[in-house]
């Protein structure tokens, strides 16, 4: 069966400090990769998707970057975090972008940036 | 472009009553349609999902939706809402003819169920 791992689960940096979260999947092969945002406990904004190693495709322009550099490997990072950078981060991943495959959560990384 | 509307930032009921959490969605194709829950801190958990076919749809938990074409509509309802379904539950839908497969997400509504 397949899994989502992503951490830390908590993190708290300083403004201006950088970011790293991790995320993989285990159970399968080339699959679609996600970066969400939930603001206030909220909405969803997704930050970046994945279709591939190396492919990013960037949704909204802000402080954060994705790379994938393993199939399975997805990191969200920042180099400078700002305050406003603060949030429940959430990976997922997807089979694919055909058909009507669910999308599968990870458990979220909460970073709060003081 | 793809949209999602829950009309309701919270949907209060008593435990044992019919629970209804409501969606609307636009799309330019046919949708695929989702719902999900999220409990406090954790990630979003899959309920239930309408491809074509029957407009009822049966999910995890009791849970069960219907896909009203005309109406754009992919309701949430339970017949007898426990406490322990008190959740945050998000709808959302993606596009068929969308290659990438991006889902978009409703605001969420809050789902209180009180003894």
């Known amino acids: 069966s397949q899994t989502i791992h992503q951490w830390p689960a908590t993190l708290v940096q300083p403004v201006g400090s950088p970011l790293s979260l991790e995320c993989t999947v285990e159970?399968?092969?080339?699959?679609?990769l996600y970066w969400y945002r939930q603001a206030a406990g909220r909405g969803l904004q997704l930050l970046f998707y994945?279709?591939?190693?190396?492919?990013i495709s960037s949704e909204v322009p802000q402080n954060l970057s994705a790379s994938r550099p393993q199939d399975r490997q997805f990191i969200l990072s920042s180099k400078k975090l700002l305050l406003s950078d603060s949030g429940f981060y959430l990976c997922?991943?997807?089979?694919?972008?055909?058909?009507?495959?669910?999308?599968?959560f990870g458990a979220g990384s909460r970073l709060t940036v003081l | 472009a793809q949209s999602v509307a829950q009309p309701e930032d919270q949907v209060n009921v008593a435990e044992g009553n019919p629970l209804t959490v409501k969606c609307t969605y636009s799309?330019?194709?046919?949708?695929?349609l989702f719902w999900y829950v999220q409990y406090p801190n954790r990630g979003l958990q899959f309920l239930l999902k309408y491809i074509t076919g029957d407009n009822l749809v049966k999910g995890s938990y009791g849970f069960e939706a219907e896909f009203n074409k005309s109406q754009t509509s992919f309701h949430l309802k339970k017949p007898s809402a426990l406490v322990s379904d008190s959740a945050l539950y998000f709808c959302a839908v993606r596009d068929i003819t969308d290659s990438w497969g991006k889902f978009q997400f409703g605001a969420g509504t809050q789902v209180v169920v009180t003894p």
């Open positions: 799309v330019s194709g046919n949708p695929y």
């Open positions: 997922a991943w997807s089979p694919g972008f055909t058909g009507a495959n669910v999308l599968t």
């Open positions: 994945s279709v591939g190693i190396g492919q």
């Open positions: 159970g399968t092969s080339n699959p679609n």
